[in-house]
């Protein structure tokens, strides 16, 4: 039995709420880092949800990860999950050492989970921090979204939940989560956001700010909604055998227009598609003046993929990596 304490319980109404909207008398997996948003998590999940599997992701980044993420398994035990097993992973890749170990935890996750939903441990804090990322980057209004509840088979019960809520509520089950150095390294942007930048601007602006960010996100995800389902529709009449008709899109607003390319491109195999790429894509459209193509991310080593503009209609595909017209963005 869990405690009757304050922020075990609203942990335990996020988490039952979730389940209602998205997974009712399901079985579900939890993410487990042993970190005190995870822990609370799974301390709720095992008591809300009918059987809960734990998965304890091991970076092997530092020393002794081992024995931290075995401890993590064995917590899950204690707070009733039917199962906890640790996953190792290899972390390498492209992106820096925090986007690389972010890739190979969810690969791991995705393919352990057994085809059911998995739970994470993103706070509203969490949220604030992502939003504010997208914004300093300026990759578009999709980068501002934020994190959403139930992005199958990803669920966030805790969104609406506090960092300090989470904190708070290890305390009361009694449990000492790990404590990650990485998660106070300046070296991380992300990091100093959290120390930083948000602390700062929760004076400057006399509290709120996280709340509000997360509020933001939801009303443009809300709008963006709306517009990538009149996208779905606009495709139907202007995608032809895998090429864009020029003169069925060229009436369409930007943010619509932009919408479908986004969908083909990614269809065709396109991939890390930025804003910059989509617009001088849209630019084919809209400002075509006779230029080049636009190589996409998603090719080969020897090969681009690349978007041209030829007799009315767009087209993709595979061009070698020799000199040409085409224009790299």
């Known amino acids: ?41 799974t301390a709720a999940a095992a008591a809300e949800a009918d059987t809960v599997h ?7 980044l530092q020393d002794g990860s081992d024995r931290v993420a075995d401890a993590a398994a064995t917590h899950a035990v204690a707070l009733g999950c039917a199962s906890a097993t640790v996953l190792a992973v290899d972390v390498s890749g492209r992106g820096g ?26 706070t509203l804090d969490d949220q604030a921090e992502t939003v504010l990322l997208g914004l300093a980057r300026g990759s578009g209004g999709r980068s ?32 000492e989560p790990h404590e990650d150095p990485h998660n106070s390294s300046p070296d991380f942007a992300r990091v100093r ?19 509000a960010l997360s509020r933001t996100a939801a009303q443009l995800r809300e709008d963006g909604a709306v517009l990538d389902t009149i996208a779905a529709h606009v495709a139907l009449r202007v995608v032809v055998d895998n090429e864009v008709l020029i003169t069925e899109i060229d009436g369409e607003q930007a943010p619509i227009r932009r919408r479908v390319l986004r969908s083909w491109l990614q269809e065709q195999g396109a991939k890390g ?9 849209d630019d084919l459209i809209g400002r075509w003046r006779g230029q080049g193509g636009v190589a996409v991310g998603g090719g080969t080593p020897n090969a681009r993929l690349v978007v041209r503009r030829r007799r ?18």
């Open 144 to 175: 501002i979204w934020g994190m959403s509840s139930f992005d199958s088979p990803w669920g966030r019960p805790l969104l609406g939940v506090r960092r300090a809520v989470t904190h708070q509520a290890c305390t009361e089950l009694g449990i």
């Open 97 to 122: 050492m925090e986007a690389a170990a972010r890739s190979a935890r969810y690969s791991a996750l995705d393919g352990a989970r057994r085809g059911l939903p998995v739970l994470l441990g993103h």
């Open 193 to 211: 956001l959290r120390t930083e930048v948000l602390p700062m601007l929760e004076d400057v602006l006399s509290g709120g700010v996280a709340g």
């Open 54 to 60: 734990a998965l304890v992701v091991d970076h092997r």
């Open 312 to 329: 009315g209609r767009l087209s993709i595909g595979l061009e070698g990596t020799g000199p040409d017209e085409e224009r790299r963005v």
């Open 1 to 41: 039995m869990l405690p009757e304490e304050p922020a075990i319980l609203e942990v335990r109404h996020a988490v039952r709420a979730w389940i209602a909207a998205h997974a009712p008398g399901s079985e579900l997996v939890v993410a487990l880092s042993g970190g005190p948003d995870s822990l609370a998590l």
């Open 273 to 281: 598609l930025t804003d910059l790429q989509l617009r001088a894509v």
